[in-house]
Structures are given as structure tokens and as C-alpha cells.
């Protein structure tokens, strides 16, 4: 019922308190052999400059916010996550959303390896109108982006696509088994 309703492949890239994906290749949800396939927020983005830092530990909004309580020295609890992207312009915030962030690094990683049809960013950030329009910015800025012919955009059910996109999944693996009756 979202934006990826008539693809066959596209990852889905979720960022709020986590961040997560799942890749859907050739018409059906890649699982991989531990099912943790499209786990975007388990790649490493820069090794030399992060170490084993993967872009759950840079992009979650908990630990945008726990940045953002450091930085400006104030409780962590005071902070709502989601709102930090109405202050995009504040160093704090705008150092994990623009120019070589590791988003647009997981993006362009995911594109390369996966070549879907359609990258849809879901979570709680889709909901920021500014969002997509920094994002395909900087993807433009990678010079092999030009190689690829891949749409950024939001998922139409924003914070809610992932929890239908496991709904999704749920009906397609169950689907065909021996129901089992409810006592």
C-alpha cells in the first residue's frame, strides 16, 4: 500500500531510534542465511576514521540526541529525538545530516551492491519535508552516483512502513503453512 507498491526491487532504509532496511530483490524479501539481510545499520562506514563504528552508532536519533545533550549541555532526557531535524542548522545536527554524512554512505553502498529500483527512507526522519531534497544533494556530490539510475524518496507510510513491512513479511512466511488453532 506504500511507494514501493509496484517494484520488484528496493531497499528500504529506516532511521528513528535505530536504523534498519530490508532489501526486496526479484519480487520476494531477501532474508540472507541468518535472516539479517538489509541490516543497513550494522555496515561500517569509514573504518579509518570510526573504527568499527557501525551507522547505528552515528545515525540513530538516540544517539543524535545524546550528541546534541552533550554538546549543549543539557539532559539527555530533555531532548526528543525527532525534533532534531527541525534544527538542521545547528552544528550538532548538521554534522550527521549533510555533506559526506554516512547515510548518504550507506545509500550509495546499498545501491551499489543491491542496484535496486528505488531506495525508500522510512522512520521517524521521513516526516522532515528537508530531508530528501539533503539527501539526493549529497548523493549528487559521489561522482559514480551518475552510474546509477536509482530513486531516492520517502516511504509513504513514513514511521509506520516498517512495522507494515513486517506485517508483510509475517503473512508471505506464514503464508501456506499449517494454521495452528488458537486456544
Not at 32 to 53: C, Q, S, V
Not at 69 to 96: M, N, Q, Y
Not at 99 to 104: M, N
Not at 130 to 137: E, F, G, I, T
Request: charged share 20%; hydrophobic share 40%; glycine share 10%.
Amino acid at each position: 500500500s506504500g511507494n514501493a507498491v509496484k517494484l520488484d526491487d528496493f531497499c528500504a532504509d529506516h532511521h528513528d531510534s535505530g536504523v534498519g532496511g530490508a532489501l526486496f530483490l526479484d519480487g520476494r524479501i531477501r532474508r540472507g542465511k541468518d535472516w539479517r539481510a538489509g541490516e543497513l545499520g550494522m555496515m561500517i562506514p569509514n573504518y579509518e576514521t570510526g573504527g568499527f563504528h557501525t551507522m547505528q552508532d552515528y545515525l540513530s536519533t538516540i544517539v543524535l540526541a545524546e550528541e546534541y545533550a552533550k554538546e549543549f549541555d543539557v539532559p539527555t532526557g530533555s531532548i526528543v529525538p525527532a525534533t532534531l531535524f527541525h534544527r538542521l542548522d545547528e552544528r550538532v545536527c548538521a554534522r550527521s545530516w549533510t555533506g559526506g554524512s554516512t547515510i548518504f554512505i550507506g545509500i550509495f553502498n546499498i545501491v551499489a551492491v543491491a542496484d535496486p529500483e528505488c531506495v525508500l527512507l522510512g522512520g521517524g526522519i521521513c516526516r522532515e519535508q528537508q530531508l530528501l531534497p539533503l539527501v539526493n544533494a549529497a548523493l549528487d556530490k559521489i561522482p559514480q552516483w551518475s552510474d546509477f539510475h536509482t530513486v531516492v524518496k520517502r516511504c509513504r507510510h513514513t514511521n509506520n512502513a516498517g512495522l507494515i513491512g513486517a506485517y508483510y513479511a509475517f503473512e508471505t512466511e506464514v503464508e501456506g503453512m499449517e494454521k495452528v488453532p488458537i486456544r
